[in-house]
């Protein structure tokens, strides 16, 4: 069966062209065939991240008979690979850290990931290594209203009724979060296995509301409500912090309403519950990490290609050092994310005013991660050692990921911080710069944090010897772009 993300995929295309068929303009017509002496068709990728570098690969596999040939344009002059962006500390093996994306689960949307990996050969053992989802003696900590609990003890709370073993007196709080969250979704994701169409059809009868509304509003088939201190609670729990300043309107959000809170949860409905699908696959899959870092899929496949990654009737001005180039190309395809397409000149391609919203409005959520180069793995040495995983917390350090590379290792690099959305803005001000006095008083809260979650008394243990900010949504070349997010306000 295709997967859900793959018809998702197909509706979207099929729409897009049954909305082009009955436009003024029509379908583009086809290319009239092609002799064998014809002029090569040139094509332009704009990004050399994975989907440029893929696309290249693609017109490879066509081989020279194809007759196409392409030039990879890459704005970023220091590196490719785009959001598969590893830092290195220094050529040890495991002081590294993925900045973009680190964990790949086997799911059936992900198959040609998988595919790619065992194209490029990165499929063996000693490459495509297991990634911790959670540590695997359910250690890993939950640190909130200065409590910190292990996973083994909150499910045991959870078994005995304690839905509220932070005390935080959470109105509504009366079943596990799972639960809570599940009632309400969980009949869209059953749906979406078992009957695509059906589930189709049930989700975008209710596209309008977002995840807030969705758990605010008497809206589902329950009626069932919550009130506004449990949906924070939740969204605290199980993703990222909007703004407590919520009225509840009954209108859709896709109306006129202004919406002011960056959590994930004002969210479209249906982006939540796809996201939610990714990592709540049933049955629970395998998830990998590239042993090296993400860059290690990037530089593979720049090393098959058989032409060009360079700065370079559609025209294509780019600018580099070395003076304006114009190239002329058959085919564009841009890859780069909407916040970087939106500051070339497109005027000229007259988009249509639907693709000028998306490219504008389309919610790209940021994302920040600090990572800290340790002295010693301190994590792994911890009366309840923390081998993989994530510990969470409502501090402003919100999730610290352990790493599943390096387990036993000298290398100390992890992790501290990985924030979304209002978290990371806020976070996102004090990232002025490596040596900055900010970044130094973002380290020290990382730091205190860390120590409060893992009840660390002695603070030489959290000594450090250097750090790294990725701040995605500050990055030029990405420009607010972490995961394209649908959001409410406008449909695509
Ligand atoms: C923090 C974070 C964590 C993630 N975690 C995961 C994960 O665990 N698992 C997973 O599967 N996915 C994850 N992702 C998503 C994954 O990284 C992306 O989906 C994927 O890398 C996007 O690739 P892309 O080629 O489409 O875009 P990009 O990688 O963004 O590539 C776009 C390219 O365009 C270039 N560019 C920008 N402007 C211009 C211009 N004007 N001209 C030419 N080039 C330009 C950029 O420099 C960049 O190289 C994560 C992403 C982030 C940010």
Redesign the pocket.
Known sequence: MPSVRHQYARNIILEHQTRLAKSKAGLPPLLPPRENNSEPIRIGI???????LYAALLIDYLGPESGITYDI????PDR?????YTHRFSDSPNDYFD??????PKIPWMKP?FALFKFLNLDGPKTLIPYHLSDLHGNNIRHFNNTSMSSARLEAADARGDFDPFATKTVGLTDTINNLVGHKIDPFKHMLTEDFQRGWEALMAVDQWSMRDWLALPVDDSQRTYPEPLIKYLEMATSSTGELSFSITTEPVNSQAPINNPGLFHCALSEMILDGMDFDYQPTPEWFTIQGGGDVISNAVIDRLTQSTRPAALKVTTTSESGVVDSEYAHVIS???FG?LR??DTSALEFPWELQTALRALHYDS?I?VAVKFKTRWWEKLPQPQVGGASTTDRPTRTVVYPSYGIGSEDATMIASYTWAQDALRIGAYVKGHDSASEQVLLECIKRDLADMHGIKDMSVLDHVDHKIVN?YGDE??ND???PTASCEYKI
């Open positions: 704009l990004g050399a991240g994975i989907s440029g344009l890459e704005a970023n490719t690979g785009g959001r598969l900045a973009g994306a680190m964990r790949y990931t890859t780069m994310p970087c500051m070339v994302a991660k995605w070349y990405s772009a972490s995961f």
